[in-house]
Structures are given as C-alpha cells and as structure tokens.
C-alpha cells in the first residue's frame, strides 16, 4: 500500500501493470496502422470535437453541449465507413495472425522476394528504355502519395511492373509505391527535393522527386533513367552512382531494407520501453516501502 498523498490513497498492483501494458500496446497498434493516412487527421478532428463537448458540459453551455452531442453521435455511426480501409487491414491481419508480430521467416521471405522482384524489373526496365521510380515504403506511412495517384493493392510482380511503365500505359508517368509485396499505387506525384545542392547538379524530375522523398520519408526509391538506360537508389536525401548490375542492385537494397526491418522487429518502441522502466521502478519502490 503507497502512503496517503492528500485525501486520496492507491495500490498498484501486477494486475494494474499487466493492463496498463496491454491498453498502451493496443493503442500504439491502432496508431500503427493508421499512420500515413488521412485517418490520423479525422482522429485529431474527433479529439478535438471530444475537447469541445467536455469544455460545453464544464461551462454549462447547453445548446452547445447538445450540438455536440448529436453531432458525435452522427460520427460514431459513420467511423466504420470512413476507416472501412484501415479496418479491413487489421481484420486481414488478425486472421493471418500478423497485428502483433510477424515471424523473422516471413519476413526474410518477404524481403527475399521484394529485392529480387524490384532488382529484375528496374534492369528488364532500364534494357527497354523505359523510365521508372519504384518507391518502397518504410516505417514511415506515405499513404497520402498513394492517394495522389491510382490505388491498386495489387500482388507485386516484376511483369506488373513493366506494364505500368510501358509508354502506352496511363500510369506510366508518376511513381508506383510498393509496401512488402504489394504495389499499393501507381502514378504517385512525389515532392521535389529543394536542397540547393542537388538543385546545381541538373537532375531530372525523377532523380529530384526520388531524393525529395526520401528527404522526408525513410523509404528507399529505385530510380530508371529512360534517358541514359540507368538504375540508382535514393535513401535518406541522397542518390547512389550508376548501378551497372542486376546482383550489385539487390545488395544495395538488401542493405537497406534488412536491417531496418530486422531492427524495427527487435527493438520495443521507445515510450513503451520508457513505461516499462517506470513501471518497474515503481515496483520496486512499493515493494521497499512495504519492508
């Protein structure tokens, strides 16, 4: 038992731990899967409704409360249309058994089949002359690019690829954003990088946009010049030289895929590592206290 503190006394126990634990893990999966989508500004918009309404009943505002109120109801009714995409998601990988975790097997698999897939098509692209930016998607959402071009959720494949950028096709002219195996659109428009550096090197629109993005995004972009038949990546603001074959392109991309996922899969996310912290140390303190 903690000491009085005023007029108001506590016990925290395991069973206190163990759910505030499993409420923060729930949350922090919600906000995962609507990261990088207009879902997260329609939450901050019914927060701030939920503030409103609080504020109403605390000054006695009635009217207001009222309106509010209704006007919340409405929006409950509402949410499982506006969110029908995110929870489509979750519901999928609920049944694979993926929310949570996603075993190490699946995702060298994965990985396995991404770099090799994109590494095949960029030369089968780069041999035709054919201009391309084929975007991998990181932790960073960049749902609101897919959402500037066509939406597809279609599986990947490198034949796919290729008659996305086929000059005849109506997709070609823009950027396809791939998230594990599947393209989640075509003819994305991406932001141009502003960096004066790269401003003085004279790039093309392409090499520009693919460093534009990954100025804000930690995604890795692969990049088909259809003018001198090239293959480079862009990560982090920055573009590679020339790649000259198919195999160095695929350890490029391994570099830089593996060992975020393998990183990201490893590690807690920060706040809960922080949770967990205190939350032991506060163990242990009511555990002195109690001796």
């Not at 990988?93 to 994109?118: K, M, S, W, Y």
């Not at 066509?150 to 690829?161: C, E, I, P, V, Y």
């Amino acid at each position: 038992m903690i000491p009085y503190f005023g007029a108001f006394s506590f016990t925290f126990g395991i069973t206190d731990a163990i759910d505030i634990v499993a409420t923060s893990i729930l949350i922090y999966y919600l906000l995962l899967l609507i990261r990088g989508t207009r879902a997260v500004q329609i939450v901050l918009g019914l927060l701030t409704l939920v503030i409103v309404l609080g504020l109403s009943n605390l000054l006695h505002l009635l009217v207001l409360a009222t309106v509010m109120q209704y006007l919340l109801l409405g929006t409950a009714v509402t949410l499982p249309i506006v969110f029908q995409p995110e929870l489509r998601r979750a519901l999928e990988q609920i049944g694979r058994g993926r929310f949570f975790h996603r075993a190490p097997a699946d995702e060298e698999a994965i990985a396995n089949q991404l770099v090799g897939t994109v590494a095949a098509a960029a030369f089968r692209l780069a041999a035709d002359g054919l201009g391309a930016l084929i975007v991998i998607e990181g932790q960073t959402g960049l749902r609101e690019y897919v959402e500037s071009g066509t939406a597809l959720d279609a599986k990947l494949s490198g034949d796919l690829l290729l008659a996305i950028f086929n000059k005849q096709s109506p997709l070609h002219d823009g950027a396809v954003i791939v998230r594990d195996l599947l393209i989640e659109g075509a003819a994305c428009f991406l932001p141009l990088s502003e960096n004066a550096i790269v401003a003085e090197r004279h790039l093309g629109t392409r090499h520009r946009a693919a460093i534009g993005l990954t100025e804000q995004a930690d995604a890795v972009v692969v990049v088909v010049s259809e003018e001198s038949r090239t293959v480079s990546v862009a990560r982090a603001g920055r573009l590679s030289v020339r790649i000259d074959d198919e195999e160095r392109l695929r350890k490029v991309l391994e570099a830089c895929i593996r060992p975020r996922r393998r990183a990201h899969a490893a590690e807690p996310p920060p706040w809960l590592a922080n949770l967990l912290t205190r939350m032991t140390r506060a163990s242990s303190d009511q555990e002195k206290l109690r001796a």
